[in-house]
């Protein structure tokens, strides 16, 4: 109990999930992308990385402004996802490739995941390679069908929505060698997170996540991925530090806030 006491856990700006490359059919329905979403067990995955995460709803993470937190994602459903995959012309399922990096955990979730697609009908045969493999194939419009981020999950460089729009959901990372992997590009979205990001006014901070709030909503709707889980954090504190709690699973500061925790034992 008393070091139990002393761990300290932590929300990470992060979002481990799978993409779905809207170019390549069949992933070029909206309807199989939806059905995918149902698919997956994320309480399942996340019980597989001993509940050192939670699970995701949308692409942002729940420490990130802009999170919707009534946003409610799409439920696991087998039977409803059974339902969208034969009103997109696949009732009998479909054959696909998972790439995945080939280090642990990564092939125990591509496994879950694989089983979790099987149960509607998706075959999906999974491509364990070195990262720098799976990262290529990302950034070759016709190189993957599907991608499990796990190893290259986007961790966001700064505290702001906006990180997580860009490079990997934006038209601008939907290019070779981008780190668009579902090759997602809606210019109509691309010039609303435009507006949303010359809101600079701190005053205004709060009309600005509303925006991204929206923007993030109908990414959803396309569904080029399928959000899976946000990691947690977790620290011991030792009993001769002082400063919050927060301080050593701060987001931002990795891995701890060093400008704000103090030894207590000093004489």
């Known amino acids: 109990p008393e070091q139990k006491a002393r761990v300290v856990e932590g929300g990470q700006l992060h979002t481990g999930y799978i993409t779905m490359n809207t170019t390549m059919a069949p992933f070029d329905n909206v309807k199989v992308r939806q059905a995918v979403n149902m698919a997956i067990n994320k309480d399942r995955i996340v019980q597989l990385i001993n509940n050192r995460a939670v699970p995701a709803n949308q692409p942002l993470p729940p420490s990130m402004p802009g999170y919707d937190k009534e946003f409610k994602g799409y439920p696991y459903d087998v039977a409803k996802a059974k339902a969208l995959l034969a009103e997109a012309g696949h ?31 998706i075959k999906a045969s999974i491509q364990s390679l070195a990262q720098a493999n799976v990262i290529a194939a990302g950034g070759d419009k016709a190189g993957a069908p599907m991608i499990w981020s796990g190893g290259m999950a986007w961790i966001a460089d700064f505290p702001d929505p906006s990180n997580f729009y ?7 990372g939907a290019v070779p060698g981008g780190w668009n992997w579902s090759w997602y590009c809606n210019k109509d979205l691309d010039a609303k997170a435009a507006e949303a990001d010359s809101i600079v006014d701190p005053a205004k901070s709060g009309e600005r996540a509303k925006m991204w709030s929206a923007i993030y909503g109908k990414i959803m709707e396309d569904a080029p991925w399928a959000p899976v889980f946000n990691e947690q954090r977790f620290t011991m504190k030792s009993a001769r530090m002082g400063g919050a709690d927060n301080l050593y699973v701060d987001p931002v500061h990795i891995p701890i806030n060093y400008d704000n925790v103090y030894v207590t034992d000093v004489p």
């Open 166 to 172: 860009g490079p990997i959901l934006g038209c601008a």
């Open 91 to 121: 009732p009998n399922g479909f054959d696909t490739q998972l790439f995945a990096m080939n280090t642990d955990p990564n092939p125990r979730i591509a496994q879950a995941i694989q089983q979790d697609l099987a149960a509607i009908g």
